[in-house]
């Protein structure tokens, strides 16, 4: 390989891990850092919202309206009681009508962005 060729490469290598790093932070329940946030609002706008954004024709948040009868909000957004492994867990193993989600489509790193961006209200009971 050349020399140019190899600086590249560990240059793209040391994007790549900062980005996990992040990622991995965020879905730790620290503080959301705004660039986890990020890819975490883009995986969530990818994936997500067709189905749990607000409103009716929303098959995860009309789901979740009956679920929960108006005891919890329908929409995961604004849910304060979902800590990150559990939507970790669900994204992963698919609830209902929705599918679950292989690491080929939300990488691990991906997911615990989407897990800290939606658990941004969270509190731990
Ligand atoms: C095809 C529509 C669809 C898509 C896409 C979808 N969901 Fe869902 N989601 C649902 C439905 C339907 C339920 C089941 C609600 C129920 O149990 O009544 C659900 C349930 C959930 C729950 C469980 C909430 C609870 O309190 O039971 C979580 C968390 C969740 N979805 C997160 C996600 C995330 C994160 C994504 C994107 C990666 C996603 N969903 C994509 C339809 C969808």
Not at 7 to 27: D, E, H, P, T
Not at 34 to 40: F, I, K, L, R
Request: charge should be positive; charged fraction near 20%.
């Amino acid at each position: 390989m050349s020399r140019r060729a190899q600086s590249k490469r560990a240059l793209r290598v040391a994007a790549a891990a900062s980005w996990i790093c992040a990622a991995f932070v965020a879905g730790s329940g620290a503080a959301a850092e705004p660039a986890s946030v990020a890819v975490g609002a883009a995986v969530y706008n990818r994936w997500c919202v067709h189905c749990h954004s607000p409103g009716r024709g929303n098959p995860g948040t009309e789901s979740l309206q009956v679920k929960y009868a108006g005891k919890l909000p329908a929409v995961l957004l604004d849910r304060s009681d979902l800590a990150p492994e559990v939507v970790a867990r669900f994204v992963r193993t698919g609830v209902l009508s929705m599918p679950p989600f292989r690491k080929t489509e939300i990488t691990d790193a991906e997911l615990a962005a989407v897990a800290a961006y939606i658990t941004q209200k969270y509190q731990k009971p």
